[in-house]
């Protein structure tokens, strides 16, 4: 058996191009899905039980849903509700935002619960608000504590972008599967991509071990 290498640099600015959109999406999945995070993960640390529950059923339920099941959901749910098509890149951003958020509330919640109550206490014998308390000194420590289980979980929204190609975005899997059906060189192509990913992968997962590793020597 012989490889065809060529097709990937007689390909490579349209296979790029499918990584750009990869990237764009990982990056708004991952702040939007961080924002959204932290206002649920706060909800769900609340005593008043108009703000717990609606979060907790939220965390629940997209927890317990596959990915790929709810990017079909707001790709065919939201034209319906809107009442006019969208394309699939705001689709998916959106679904993943939502998605994500589930998932970075849980971490946001273990970080905060991972602050001292003595720390606490100390915050708010300053003066603070709880607000005030949460923004200035308890979530920026937390933040700090959670920071590994973040990039982590950044990993994964990273790999799961792939999942956005059933929706017919253009990411790099998709365009990896676009130039494949012309040219016909799946073995290359998807070596190609599954190296790409690891690569990319691989230096996010040592970054994290080695935050991991100094915040255990601290």
């Not at 007689?10 to 961080?34: E, H, K, P, W």
């Not at 975005?169 to 016909?184: H, K, Y």
Request: glycine share 6%; aromatic share 14%.
């Amino acid at each position: 058996m012989s490889f065809e290498w060529q097709v990937i640099t007689n390909n490579f600015s349209f296979l790029m191009g499918g990584l750009v959109t990869t990237f764009q999406l990982a990056v708004i999945a991952i702040s939007g899905g961080l924002a959204l995070g932290i206002l649920v993960g706060m909800a769900r640390l609340s005593s008043i039980k108009p703000i717990y529950y609606p979060a907790t059923l939220f965390v629940n339920l997209m927890r317990t849903q596959p990915l790929i099941l709810v990017i079909f959901w707001f790709y065919f749910l939201i034209p319906i509700v809107l009442g006019k098509p969208i394309d699939a890149f705001t689709s998916a951003a959106i679904a993943f935002i939502i998605f994500e958020a589930s998932y970075f509330a849980e971490i946001i919640r273990a970080g905060i619960q991972s602050i001292s109550k003595g720390q606490v206490e100390a915050a708010y014998s300053t003066g603070f608000t709880y607000w005030q308390a949460m923004r200035y000194f308890i979530i920026p420590q937390a933040l700090k504590n959670m920071l590994p289980s973040l990039i982590t979980q950044g990993v994964v929204v990273f790999q799961d972008t792939s999942l956005a190609y059933v929706i017919g975005l253009r990411e790099f899997l998709r365009s990896a599967n676009v130039v494949d059906a012309r040219e016909m060189r799946s073995v290359e192509l998807y070596l190609f991509v599954g190296l790409v990913y690891f690569m990319i992968c691989f230096s996010m997962s040592r970054i994290c071990k080695r935050m991991e590793l100094k915040k255990g020597a601290a």
